[in-house]
Nanobody, 124 residues
Framework: QVQLVESGGGVVQPGGSLRLSCAAS????????MGWFRQAPGKEREFVAS????????DYGDSVKGRFTISGDNAKNTVSLQMNSLKPEDTAVYYC?????????????????WGRGTRVTVSL
């Protein structure tokens, strides 16, 4: 069983930055992907970013490319999401996710474990 706990959400003005963190506990030797999804009110869940836990290869959703950076710390079992140049449309609940399987990282169904989410609001 993997537990994921997100932190770092909050309110920020457009153009600002936030850093989300996810602390993971449980079995780690068979992890493949760690990542982030988000869901805005009234919208479907959206892929944000993923990282291959053992190799470091990353993927990003089109709407965040060039602005967000995902990173992982294998020693601490944490994954972070640095979010820069934030826009009002980035407002959402952000979820940390984990998968033991190799597949399409943008698909929510790939991920077995989900955190409870942390809210990010981008507003004046």
């Amino acid at each position: 069983q993997v537990q994921l706990v997100e932190s770092g959400g909050g309110v920020v003005q457009p153009g600002g930055s936030l850093r989300l963190s996810c602390a993971a506990s449980g079995r780690t030797f068979d992890w493949y992907y760690m990542g982030w999804f988000r869901q805005a009110p009234g919208k479907e869940r959206e892929f944000v970013a993923s990282i291959v836990w053992s190799g470091g290869m990353t993927d990003y959703g089109d709407s965040v490319k060039g602005r967000f950076t995902i990173s992982g710390d294998n020693a601490k079992n944490t994954v972070s999401l640095q979010m820069n140049s934030l826009k009002p449309e980035d407002t959402a609940v952000y979820y940390c996710v984990q998968s033991k399987r190799k597949g399409v990282p943008t698909s929510p169904s790939l991920y077995e474990s989900w955190g409870r989410g942390t809210r990010v609001t981008v507003s004046l």
